[in-house]
Nanobody, 126 residues
Framework: QLQLVESGGGLVQPGGSLRLSCAAS????????IGWFRQAPGKEREGVIC????????DYVDSVEGRFTISRDTAKNTVYLQMDSLKPEDTAVYYC???????????????????WGQGTQVTVSS
């Protein structure tokens, strides 16, 4: 059974850091693009950042430029989201998603992803 499990969420003060993990089981992530999405109460799900199957291409929303970094560890079959300089507006449930791709690209559109994790809460507050 294909499964994605996020971890690493929690409560952090503004300016702090968190690292989220997205571990895959039942399949290898080698041929999959991975995206991190977030959804705050009353808002639509937003594509935050993504990484291509090779790791050679990434894309991110302007609001996280210079603060969020995505990476993948093939040996651990895990993708990470490093979040620095966190702001209250980053508060949301964060989801990772995966989809198999024939080409080395990634997308921040939720509809292009078939597999989703259950989400992890990130709260940025003093």
């Amino acid at each position: 059974q294909l499964q994605l499990v996020e971890s690493g969420g929690g409560l952090v003060q503004p300016g702090g850091s968190l690292r989220l993990s997205c571990a895959a089981s039942g399949f290898t992530l080698d041929y999959y693009m991975i995206g991190w999405f977030r959804q705050a109460p009353g808002k639509e799900r937003e594509g935050v950042i993504c990484i291509s199957r090779s790791g050679g291409s990434t894309d991110y929303v302007d609001s996280v430029e210079g603060r969020f970094t995505i990476s993948r560890d093939t040996a651990k079959n895990t993708v990470y989201l490093q979040m620095d300089s966190l702001k209250p507006e980053d508060t949301a449930v964060y989801y990772c998603a995966a989809d198999k791709t024939a080409y080395d690209y990634c997308s921040r559109y939720p509809r292009q992803y078939a597999y989703w994790g259950q989400g992890t809460q990130v709260t940025v507050s003093s």
